[in-house]
């Protein structure tokens, strides 16, 4: 079947099979593997993308239901010279060693600051508690979310 | 997974359509956070696959002439955010917080948790105590029925290939009830419930009226416990007939023992939920 979808901004199209997942589109028909595969069946949020605004794991939409959809894929958060506060601050404080969480975590934390700029250290566990890190533990990453909140506020300069 | 037809309906007219066409070899894909789970296990490919979950007719949360409608089709994150869940069943956002985590709860559906049909559905207690009523399309036409007639065992409801849930409504009588509803899982985020636990009650001259005790998790499907409901009927409301409500609460559910937690666990947590629930609705029947 075709599909055409808005991907990081650029239209895009691809044929696939009907029982191709958000996830395997994203992988295999436009090369963005920020998505990672790891549970492929909604438990570990390490395929997390934002869908029209609504944080999603990609495992578990297929391609014909993201027809005419904006998708954004941690691939299009920023470039390597000009970071968002969310992974300039999980960069200084250590919070990722493997990194294969890295781009649910910080998409689900995307989402929930674009959402609400002043969480609380519940409404950010609560936000990520479907993207799981089996290296750090979690201390560090909701500080990092926290110390990102605030920058993006303005409350604290940018480090 | 198995390749399969996809059809992706414009209406709900289409959709019953495309059911009708493809019967019995179709499923119905709606939030896909169980459906998908199964597609990628199974060895045969289930024929048809009919999207349902962009259908602006299992959408909308509104006021009807009866009651309260809930399209079928409405997401846990749209229930958790809607002024008049929050007006009327504020219980069912704390059911629906319970489920999954941000990610399935913004893809899954109320309906879709309903026709699973399995028997910790952190959706279903809450709707049994508010005697929530649901509309099932078939290309024959729409009928409406209890929900506790629409479950019929574990991963089983009243749905036949070629049928529809289209909505929920909750009855007129029921809306701003005092409605309690706890879960207790192993974890607060993506844990399926040991037990879940509804009340709903009223308090009138202080005595208890309409009460309703609704058990997931601990029976073939979400049950009602008519004899804890009766013990309290015209009570007046006192610690003790709680107390002996949640006993009897306990004697109505047949909670298995597995891995998640024995059967003798299972029931002490009847007896503390049971309780608490109706202990919390009945602060809120209390409160101006």
Known sequence: ?159 | MKPFDFVRPEDQEGAISALAAHSPNVRILAGGTDYLVELKHVSQSPGTVVDVSHLEELKGIEEVENGLRIGAAVTHTEIMNHPLIEKYVPAMIDAAHTIGAVQTRNLGTLGGNLVTCVPSMDSGPTLVALDAEVTVLGKKGARRMPLTEFFVGPRKTILQSDELLVDVVIPKQNLGKPTAFYKFGLRKGQALALVNVASSLWVKDGKFADVRISLGAVAPVVIRCPNAESSLEGQEVSKNVIEEAGSIAVTEAKPIDDFRASREYRNDLIDVLTRRTLNSAVEMANQP
Do not use: W
């Open chain 1, 1 to 159: 079947m075709d599909i055409t979808l808005t991907i990081n901004g650029e239209e895009k199209s691809a044929s696939v099979p009907p029982e191709t997942t958000l996830l395997r589109l994203l992988r295999e028909e436009f090369n963005l593997t920020g998505a990672k595969v790891g549970c492929d069946v909604g438990d570990c949020g390490a395929c997390t993308v934002i869908v029209d605004g609504i944080t999603t794991n990609s495992c578990l939409m297929l391609a014909g239901q993201v027809e005419g959809c904006s998708v954004e894929t941690i691939e299009g958060l920023a470039n390597i010279d000009d970071y968002h506060p969310l992974q300039k601050n999980f960069e200084d404080l250590g919070s990722l060693q493997c990194g294969f969480c890295g781009p649910g975590m910080i998409l689900s934390a995307k989402q929930l600051l674009d959402d609400n700029p002043d969480p609380s250290k519940e409404e950010i566990q609560d936000a990520l508690a479907g993207n799981l890190c089996r290296c750090t533990g979690y201390t560090k990453i909701v500080e990092a979310v926290a110390d990102a909140a605030r920058e993006m506020r303005g409350d604290i300069e940018a480090a």
